[in-house]
């Protein structure tokens, strides 16, 4: 709170220039902040493949030059999945994410397979800060289907991803944090429920 000019701590200018805080924590890697105004400060809630030992999970950032409602709106809109990624199938393995292109397609993210399984008796629920779409006949490992989309005020969008080898789907949580009109700061979450198998490997 010294200004220079004035040399004493005192001073005029220094008792009425401050910056502001915000209440931090540290979870799962990351400086979190609340950035509101009231004197409650809500409690910071963490999906469980964030933290929770059970899950295997990774973590990475990427710099997207699109606009983060466009992102947003990607991330979750299902239907694009079995357009753009029905040939490739991402992983969680011993050295991180692995994305693997399958020469006969994933053949659960097939359009004809996918059309069917998003469009049976979605459900929709909200909440003040969420929004929830849900395929009403999901399973309850999430293992055959892209089934559910939520997006969490005010910028997180959590999807989960069908992969081919019975297994659990992978769940992704991806925040998209805008830099500027054009220009978006993506952090995104991926991780499943621990198989056996990869506990051997890893």
Known sequence: RLVPIEQRYDGRHAQRLCSTA?????????????????????PLEMQPEMTDPRYDSVVWETTWNANW?????????PYHVPFLHGHFVTRVGPNGLEVEKLPDGNPIVTPEAFGVLITAELVATSTDTTVLVRRKAATEDHSDSFDEVQFTLPCLASVWVPVPDGGSAVRLHQFELPIDEDRTVVYSWAGRVAQQADREVM
């Open 22 to 42: 915000y209440p931090t924590e540290e979870r799962a890697g990351f400086v979190w902040a609340y950035l509101g105004t009231g004197a409650n400060v809500p």
């Open 69 to 77: 409602l466009l992102i947003h709106d990607n991330t979750c809109d």
